[in-house]
């Protein structure tokens, strides 16, 4: 069953964040991640809502999990907690 990792983000050094989105598609494709979304334009039609989405399809949780845990995104993980804020699930698909 396919999961999906959903990040609401909201950019605060944009320089240094180019720098992790930069890395994060090869990163997601090792494990056989597919960026469905990735930031552009969007209108918010009910509540609140930060300046970036996410939304990465996975094979499995397991596998968004594996890529999650990663050493290679672990090492770039920092940079984004760095220069945004951010919550980040991973939901599985129906």
Do not use: C
């Not at 240094?16 to 990163?27: D, F, S």
């Not at 845990?69 to 770039?76: C, L």
Request: without cysteine; negative net charge.
């Amino acid at each position: 069953m396919s999961a999906y990792m959903i990040a609401r983000i909201d950019v605060t050094d944009p320089e240094e964040y180019a720098i992790y989105a930069g890395q994060t598609v090869a990163l997601a494709e090792r494990f056989g991640g597919r960026f469905l979304v990735k930031g552009g334009p969007q209108e918010v039609i009910e509540g609140e809502a930060p300046s970036r989405h996410v939304i990465v399809e996975f094979p499995s949780r397991a596998a968004a999990e594996r890529w999650f845990n990663s050493p290679e995104y672990q090492r770039v993980l920092p940079i984004a907690l760095r220069a945004s804020t951010r919550d980040v699930v991973i939901v599985e698909g129906v």
